[in-house]
């Protein structure tokens, strides 16, 4: 049995919140926070402390539910581009339509044993492979994956989880062209179909929905692309007639969506620095930041984005170039899980020998037992409609603001980094705050996701990189940058004073570094073994909440929206595969900024919004590209 996540003593998160202050507060901010602090530990702290420790002994995580209705189900946002992570796969090679169907049937199969063995208790335990090592981690995350959705609500949203270990007949919703179909791949009268029957499936559909008349208002899935409490008000209108009652419950119970797109237009390449499209280039001339852009959300209401259910846990997107990923719904699981399932996926259907293919008419007449899979059709009406029309304008606004650059830094990766004794994740981190500290002159509220699943039912708490050592460590580092001046006839004297002076710099900035990296280890270290600060805070505010039936100033003051208004959001998302996952920032100034440490490269997803006059992703990688450049230059 895995431990119960703890509660950090009041006095240890009141002092450790206040040293997350200091680098990104002002000094009169501080003071007023530390006069607050001092109130509550003497007068209601102690009490909301008693309160969390109670529920720690009647709950199996105490924080489990108060963390995911913050950070999800009570978050009014849009899913796509707000919430929604989109993963980008290693392309296929496609030849024929058959190619297309086969993989996607391949996939499918792969999910389908992907269950049957978590039904029957099969699921490797995973243990921890850094401090204190071999401890088990929770395993939960991964049998949330398949099967389940979000659901929309006013004020709150909430969530469709099969039963644990529930034997049921399984389907899969396929979406091609905006329409959408069920595609049984287990009944309780025959088992599975087979790959071969599945692919005649595919093909059923892949040969039909292009013929089908276009949907003049749009797919229904558009709606879920809209703020939370609206997309609920337009769920309880469709489930008024029983036909779309019934698609809205398959679409929710199914196994997961498969999305067979068409490729987005060369118009979402990403400009690199010199004015060329930035990363690899892969058929048609698409580039990475274009096929990112079609896993968050497909493009717009012209090309796929209503060929999506963005509630749906794992929504498959499979191109006809070959292009492939993944967009997945947050709330059930971290993108390890997520990252893990299709990699082993992908593996097993890569060793797989290839066998004999047929035409689509073989393919399709040696499967004719089957009945053809059911195209759902809606009931739309003119309330919907409209509500149509409106999702479409919202969404296509949203995502022209997105300002998204996958940025490939290839000079060095981990293999260096770790000849430097300096672990990958906390030097990315520090490259983060000086490619910020180089273009603004100062620190941000940083959010960085630590992992908690050696506790039950652990999630994540917030890894605060805006260190004051870092802080420090930026400044130096930028200190006499600008035009140099001195003049040819000085420099033959002073070359041996500067050479000095040059040691005796480089040697201080080393020792600012190793600073800012301890500290980054120690917050990191606190955090998965359970004693960072953000979920004991969120933890006190919602017990205040309960109790009192009102916030402390501790929970309205200005230095606490400060160091909540994450203007930089990170995570470290490893792919063993050459593979990466993005996402949008969470603030409208700010940065989003996912990345993957290779042994000699390091992938960076950095997304920004162009609404916004303070940010540029593209700068923003410009800057990311001059700090690693100085940090190799400093440790080399």
């Not at 009141?14 to 926070?33: F, G, S």
């Not at 393919?363 to 059911?374: C, I, K, T, V, Y």
């Not at 109790?547 to 994450?566: P, R, S, V, W």
Request: net charge negative.
């Amino acid at each position: 049995m895995l431990p119960k996540v703890p509660v950090p003593t009041l006095e240890q998160t009141m002092a450790e919140y206040v040293r997350v202050l200091q680098p990104i507060a002002t000094p009169q901010q501080l003071d007023r926070t530390k006069a607050i602090i001092r109130q509550l530990s003497a007068r209601l702290g102690p009490a909301l402390q008693q309160y969390l420790l109670e529920r720690r002994d009647t709950e199996e995580n105490w924080a489990y539910h108060y963390w995911l209705n913050d950070m999800y189900m009570d978050n009014p946002l849009p899913l796509p581009i707000n919430s929604n992570p989109g993963m980008v796969m290693p392309p296929r090679k496609f030849t024929t339509v058959n190619d297309l169907a086969r993989f996607a049937a391949q996939l499918v199969d792969q999910l389908m044993d992907h269950k049957e063995m978590l039904e029957s208790g099969a699921l490797k335990q995973e243990r921890a492979t850094s401090r204190e090592k071999g401890q088990p981690l929770c395993m939960a995350q991964y049998y949330r994956l398949l099967g389940s959705c979000r659901r929309p609500g006013n004020p709150r949203d909430s969530q469709f989880l099969p039963a644990p270990g529930e034997q049921s007949d399984a389907h899969v919703i396929v979406c091609c062209r905006k329409h959408m179909y069920c595609v049984p791949v287990k009944a309780g009268d025959r088992g599975r179909l087979n790959e071969s029957e599945l692919v005649a499936q595919l093909l059923h559909i892949l040969n039909e929905a292009p013929c089908l008349p276009e949907l003049e208002s749009g797919g229904i899935g558009l709606l879920t692309a809209e703020p939370r409490p609206q997309w609920a008000g337009d769920r309880e209108m469709l489930l008024l007639e029983e036909q779309n009652a019934r698609n809205i419950e398959l679409i929710e119970t199914a196994l997961v969506l498969v999305c067979i797109d068409e490729p987005l237009p060369l118009t979402y390449n990403a400009r690199g620095f010199n004015g060329s499209p930035a990363g690899a280039h892969y058929a048609g001339g698409r580039d990475e930041s274009n096929m990112a852009h079609e896993m968050i959300h497909g493009g717009g209401s012209a090309c796929n984005s209503a060929n999506r259910w963005f509630d749906k846990t794992m929504q498959l997107i499979i191109c006809s170039d070959g292009t492939w990923g993944l967009c997945y719904e947050h709330s059930p699981s971290e993108g390890i899980a997520v990252v893990q399932l299709l990699e082993g996926i992908l593996g097993r259907i890569d060793e797989t020998p290839a066998g004999r293919e047929g035409s689509t008419e073989q393919l399709q007449r040696q499967q004719s037992h089957l009945p053809p899979p059911e195209r759902l059709e809606w009931v739309v009406r003119p309330e919907i409609e409209r509500r149509l029309r409106e999702a479409a304008r919202s969404l296509d606004k949203r995502i022209e603001d997105l300002d998204f650059y996958v940025y490939r830094y290839k000079p060095y990766g981990k293999n260096f980094i770790k000849a430097c004794q300096v672990s990958p994740d906390v030097y990315v981190q520090l490259a983060l705050q000086l490619a910020h500290y180089k273009l603004y002159g100062h620190l941000v509220s940083t959010y960085e996701s630590a992992s908690t699943r050696r506790f039950l039912l652990g999630r994540v708490d917030c890894i605060r990189s805006a260190s004051t050592e870092a802080l420090e460590w930026a400044k130096a580092m930028c200190q006499g940058e600008g035009p140099n001046v001195t003049l040819e006839s000085d420099k033959e004297d002073d070359y041996s004073a500067e050479a000095t002076s040059d040691v005796k710099k480089k040697d201080h900035l080393r020792e600012l570094f190793r600073c800012a990296a301890a500290r980054q280890t120690e917050v990191m270290v606190q955090n998965i073994l359970g004693y960072g600060i953000d979920i004991h805070l969120l933890g006190l505010r919602e017990a205040c909440r309960e109790q009192e039936g009102t916030l402390h100033d501790l929970f309205t003051d200005e230095c606490y929206k400060i160091a909540n208004c994450f203007l930089l959001s990170t995570s470290q998302v490893a792919c063993s595969t050459n593979s990466f996952m993005g996402y949008g920032p969470v603030t409208p100034h700010g940065y989003g900024a996912s990345y993957n440490p290779h042994p000699n490269e390091i992938i960076f997803c950095i997304s920004a919004f162009f609404a916004s006059d303070k940010t540029s992703a593209s700068r923003f990688a410009r800057s990311l590209q001059d700090s690693l450049d100085a940090m190799r230059d400093l440790l080399s």
